[in-house]
């Protein structure tokens, strides 16, 4: 039996928050729960705010929560080959087409009328792409993915089957020389051997652009669970005017992390009233299907039981 595998891949931004420990620890426990294994990747590739002091922190968080992880811990800036690797490939399938467009430009003749093309990318995309790649100066640029025409379905463990009737081409190497996100994932979970990958459902639409990256360089495409992000009770996903929500604020002022937990299991329906639990405990009822598809609101009342 080959073995399942998913992975924690946090960015060293120094901001992770009550959310991102939902979705930790839920990812923890269903791979543990399966007997997956578990891996962490820190994404230090793309972000205006990365910050490598952060890495630490972050491992002393997880650890904190009672969330372990097996084997070393991959950082995407040590090795950039694999993602060059890729390019060339896609570059050479003209899958890929060089555009120095800037993102008003794209909007732009996105919002212009095109008779059966509502994305306008037949305004943006070159009508030859293996000509048009022939074209490229050696100067740094952004590539662009060419989406099919044709809906893209994903099927989701926990959401089910979503359609896509109309996506955008999307960016997979940046101006920087450097690959984007989209590609970057692909790239990474593909060689950590990744089988199922866990995270936000507001990456949803990235698993359809992702999909297609897979498809284009004959690799197989793991399984996805999305999970409900947590929000304020103004539906807004947690920031500053939700409080500090910060995992570092609440670690460096020596909350017991079995607040957290607890806080995440009435979430996950575990329990039916705030109460202190142990990750252990929290494992050992822990059920996947008792999750919410919605997302999980941060209330008042949260907040009060979690600080006082």
Known sequence: MSVRRSRLAPSPTGALHLGNACSFLINWALARKNNWELILRMEDLVGPRIDLSSIKDTQSILTWLGVDW???VLRQSLDLIPYKDALNTLIALSKIYHCNLSRKEIEQAAS??????????KAIRPLDISSHNTSWDKQSTNWRFRVHDE????????????????????????????PAYQLAVVIDDARQGVTDVVRGHDLLESAAWQSQIYVALGLEEPQWWHLPLVVGEDGLRLAKRHGDTRLLTYFESDMQPEKI????????????IHETLSSSEF????????????NIVFTKEDEKWLLG
């Open 70 to 72: 097996d084997g070393e």
């Open 261 to 272: 937990i607890g806080l995440i299991a009435k979430w996950c329906k575990i329990t039916k």
């Open 112 to 121: 212009a009328p095109h008779v059966d093309d509502p994305l306008g990318k």
């Open 283 to 294: 494992l050992q009822v822990f059920d996947i299907r008792k999750v919410n598809t919605e």
């Open 151 to 178: 809906p893209q379905v994903v099927c989701d463990e926990l959401l089910g089957k979503t359609r896509f009737n109309l996506l955008n081409d999307f960016v997979v190497w940046t101006k920087n020389d450097l």
